[in-house]
């Protein structure tokens, strides 16, 4: 399996477009369908955001090694879950959200006598 082969498997598997990786990693569709179609190579920074992206370690994207396992418990949602809950809401609730949680890993950290 190529690399184009392997970013576009892990795209489906997210069940989203071309546009919308190449809009989170700062490219054009075009330049990322070429990496699909393995008729370009990213350039190294671009990488390390695909494999960001992808939650996936460099070793996959380039040479196809086990992706990264997730440390989260099989019953927690998945980022794409979250995300979707977090679009759908208003600026306000964004803002409280994120200070719930900011609230939450400060508490965290001090609690394991971290920070």
């Known amino acids: 399996m ?38 370009r190579q990213p350039v190294y920074e671009t990488l390390i955001k695909l494999a960001a992206f992808f939650d996936v370690s460099l070793d996959y994207i380039i040479e196809g090694s086990q992706p990264k396992r997730s440390l989260d418990p099989p019953d927690a949602p998945s ?20 200070s719930l949680i900011s609230d939450f890993l400060s508490g965290e950290q001090r609690a394991d006598g971290s920070r």
């Open 2 to 39: 190529t690399m184009g082969d392997r970013l576009r498997k892990l795209r489906l598997q997210r069940k989203i477009s071309q546009e919308e990786v190449a809009r989170h990693i700062g490219i054009t569709r075009s330049a990322y369908s070429h990496y699909e179609i393995n008729n």
């Open 79 to 98: 980022s794409d879950d979250i995300l979707t809950l977090f679009r759908q809401m208003s600026h306000e609730q964004r803002k409280q959200s994120i």
